[in-house]
């Protein structure tokens, strides 16, 4: 398939790729392989074009020669001024034709000026050469480049990973700033579910201290499982629950059974004693 770059595609292609910068996938001047292959993904998904990896990286390339052109028409605007509402220069045609000799390519940006400009600049600011020597210019020694303007001491350059070190940084703190949150959440909710909370509960469901149903509150809560069991109920149905889990521990004809034979001791001691045994 032939790739067709409209309007909107061309947007679309910019904000993939300065995604993957910001990622810190740009080791160098272009995108690692597996970052293309999420761009290819990503694009389909939201134009339905299935364009493969090397039409991708052309457009990358020529984006990128664009955005140098536009820097150098940038740097070359004298006296006429900016026409901020078409994003380029303010010239005559004999300043234009002059220009056209001198930058090839140059000529696109007559009418309007860069499209997508803050994309392209995440995506390429740190790795295109700037304009050409002009004769202001003259002067400057050889370690020195000249960036948006002004000389800068090559020393003093910001080297080309400082951006991507910056952002994965934020994105560092971010990532701390959410495991913060869930941190506290968790020990809210872990307050909510402790022993000591969960007994105010129980007690608060009229099994008072004594009673069977505290009893067995005490023997069951030391498991977190069933403390969450018992606040996800109905304030109202808590104590028949705690009833019901005395009963099924503690059945009733095993009480009986006990009574019995502790009566029957009882009794037998009695004899013993009545017959001086």
């Known amino acids: 398939m032939a790739a067709e770059w409209t309007d909107d595609n061309t947007r679309i292609i910019t904000e993939l790729f300065a995604e993957q910068v910001r990622m810190g996938n740009r080791p160098n001047t272009h995108l690692t392989p597996n970052a293309y292959e999420e761009v290819v993904k990503q694009f389909t998904i939201r134009t339905g074009l299935e364009y493969k990896r090397d039409q991708l990286k ?15 028409l940038s740097l070359r605007e004298t006296g006429g001024g900016w026409d901020y509402e078409r ?15 001198e930058i090839k390519g140059i000529g696109k940006f007559r009418n309007h000026g860069l499209r997508n400009e803050e994309n392209l600049k995440v995506m390429f600011e740190d790795i295109t050469s700037d304009a050409p020597t002009t004769p202001t210019d003259v002067g400057a020694s050889a370690s020195t480049i000249k960036r948006l303007g002004k000389f800068v001491h090559e020393k003093s350059k910001k080297p080309k990973t400082a951006q991507v070190m910056q952002e994965q ?9 959410k495991s913060r949150s869930t941190f506290e959440s968790f020990i809210k909710n872990d307050d909510a ?15 008072i201290e004594g009673s069977d149903e505290h009893f067995i509150a005490t023997e069951l809560f030391v498991k977190r499982e069933a403390r969450e069991m018992f606040l996800h109920m ?10 019901r889990k005395y009963d099924n521990k503690y059945p009733k004809k095993m009480v009986s059974y006990a009574l019995c034979c502790r009566n029957y001791l009882l009794t037998f001691l009695k004899h013993l004693l009545l017959f001086g045994l």
């Open 234 to 243: 109905s304030v109202a149905s808590r104590l028949g629950w705690l009833h």
């Open 87 to 101: 994003n380029t220069v303010k010239q005559d045609d004999e300043w234009w034709k002059k220009a056209k000799k």
């Open 169 to 177: 940084i934020t994105r560092i703190g971010d990532i701390a700033e």
């Open 58 to 72: 052309n457009k990358w390339d020529k984006l990128k020669n664009d955005y140098n052109i536009f820097k150098k």
């Open 193 to 207: 579910t402790s022993v000591t909370s969960v007994m105010n509960e129980v007690i608060a469901c009229s099994a």
